[in-house]
């Protein structure tokens, strides 16, 4: 929301209150508040009339600094607020200067200039950004409406990510932005995933800790800040610091929440019924069968909405015209090892039996005269399960629970943007709050059951909508994209601006969900899609079975299904490291590397932290990207290339750029149908080009997050050590671009490529004497 007309004015009939001089400030119990006129204080009658700022600093987290800016103090709260967690080793230090007040929590300060006021942050005493003088201010409309503004000054060269999952350009500098969760598919400002949090390049991030519509000015409204505000008398906010942006989101998803671990089976391939089509249990197995008949590993189907009968989304029960034996078919399926995924939806449809039964024991949201809220979108008269009501929360897993004691295994949660803010929920809750905050409750509904059922670590949903702390509740995919080339492209900026968001698995619908995509964009989707931390083919109006587009379709899909299936040890790793550090499986360049170039880039990532992917975005199968210094192995060729430039190729439908980081080892597994199995049994390790002086780790886990094989290889004067920690079985050893060796205590074999060396026997180290 803008509120200047330029550099100098105030719009029309606006007016503004802005912080002018701090006259007192308490430190207490590790909370300290400032008080601050609104006019310069020259004597002691200066002080009537004129009104006053009141800001509270605290850290719940070391590197953290919470500022809470009240122009009024006398509002009480309404419900609900974020969860956050607290650490109770901070102990913030402050102390007093002639001119300044200073608050620190670990590495991060907030120095407070008395007069003029202002806020200045420092990380390891070096400055990341500042409020300057009437940067904070109270705004009053023509309409009387009244917001309280923040900005925080930009440097030169300094580019702002993040704020959710966003299709609009990768870097947010020059957009406006409002936090509002909007069913509006791929092509739009909108988004269904709104995250008030945003990192920038020179290591720092902000959390404005609103569930209300937030809106943010980035480089537009004033070109050198980034400009936040929200509608009332407070605004609260969060400066996060850090070392590194990694660091950043580590100290971000600790404070709001790490992503869960997804069980190993989710990285396998979802197939779904499509929305619209038509199928029974004989359609289904066809679609099953057809993927076994051609050698095409599945591992997950999904029955899209029309499970239930029309109309009565959601009854929670299987169309029984189309479904006459679901528990028998369910069986069946999950005799062919497949996990099985449902539709589902927080609405429940006037014709649903579960109406009246919800309106009945006020489970439905509703009015303040107790009237069922209600609209005719999407479903005819449907209303909304109210989860601030725990009987109605009880309720609503009762119904899922009945689902997966036939079978099912997780669900997809769709939709929880299509929110009322004019109604009156069952613990009090504020309706604008509600909007956004909704599918929080409604996704964590949903995951706390199947982790109630199948255990910690073993739950899934597939969701559409979150909020900031929804990373606790994984996988989230991208919504409606169309069958074109640029909607994958803006597919992966949503996937990109929401990892850098605080979320660390994300997929999307391959090949475009609406329409139907001709074969070279599927065969191309395919590629990425199975090169993404999940991977679902789901569309409108059409199956998405390859044979459907052409045969080769057919070959590309197997080739990169079984492609990840045998990325899988490297998958789970990295995942586990996700879970653990909050820093995301689905990475920006930017996010890993300090390269210039590399602040730009949104058509290629990193996928964990060692194997970079470049889609293919062209029919003619053209791609640029760009590789960071040192020497890259592409993993589906072998060939090596020297980083720091950009580099053009021509790609068939079996190939696109991944390359494999130097100074890395990348574990191949030996089953390439599986996403489940013993990741360390005969596994080859990949080592890439490793410099003369550095090392390289690798550590593979079994499901239950057991280390299975940890080794390190170390280079140093052309000597290669080999030191083993942990080998439950044996394993191989795969040099690339080294040729000769001597002096070696282990079975040795040459092969084209470089050096195959196989250790039959655990030991605790090996040298090899390298000659190039």
Known sequence: MKFTDGQWLLREKHSILNPKQAFDACFLDGKLTVYVYTKEIEDRAQTLDQGTFTLHFTSDLHDTIQVQINHFEGLRKHGPEFICFHEDSVEPEFWEEEESYHYRSGKLEAVIQKAPFSLEYYYEGKQITKSESKAIANIKNEKDEVYTREQLTLSVGEYVYGLGERFTPFIKNGQAVDIWNEDGGTSSELSYKNIPFYITNKNYGVFVKHLEKVSFEVASEQAERVQFSVAGEQLSYVMIGGTSMKEVLQNYTRLMGTPSLPPAWTFGLWLSTSFTTNYDEEMVTSLIDGMEERQIPLHVFHFDCFWMKECEWCNFKWDSKTFQDPVGMLRRMKAKKLKICVWINPYIAQKSPLFQEGMKNHYLVEYANGDVWQWDRWQAGMGLVDFTNPEAYEWYQEKLEKLIDMGVDCFKTDFGERIPTNVVYYDGSDPIKMHNYYTYLYNQCVFELLERKFGKKKAAVFARSATAGSQKFPVHWGGDCWATYESMAETLRGGLSLCMSGFGFWSHDISGFEKTAPPDIYKRWVAF??????????????????????????????????????????????????????????????????DPACRFLDTQYMLGEKLLVAPVFSKEGEVTYYLPKGKWVDLLTGNCKEGGTYYEESCDYFHLPLYARPNTIIPIGNNEQEVEYDFAKNVTLHVMPLEDGKKADCQIYNTEEEVMLHLTIARENDTYTINIRKAIHPFSVLFHTLHTIIDCECQVSLISEGLLVSIEEQREEISLVAKE
């Open 529 to 594: 899609g199975l090169l993404s931390t999940h991977s679902r083919l789901h569309g409108s109006t059409s199956y998405r079975v390859p044979w459907l587009f052409d045969e080769e379709s057919v070959l590309v899909l197997k080739f990169f299904t079984q492609l990840k299936c045998k990325l899988m040890p490297y998958l789970w790793s990295e995942a586990i490291q996700t879970a653990k550090t909050g820093i995301p499986m689905l990475r920006t360049m930017v996010l890993e590397f300090q």
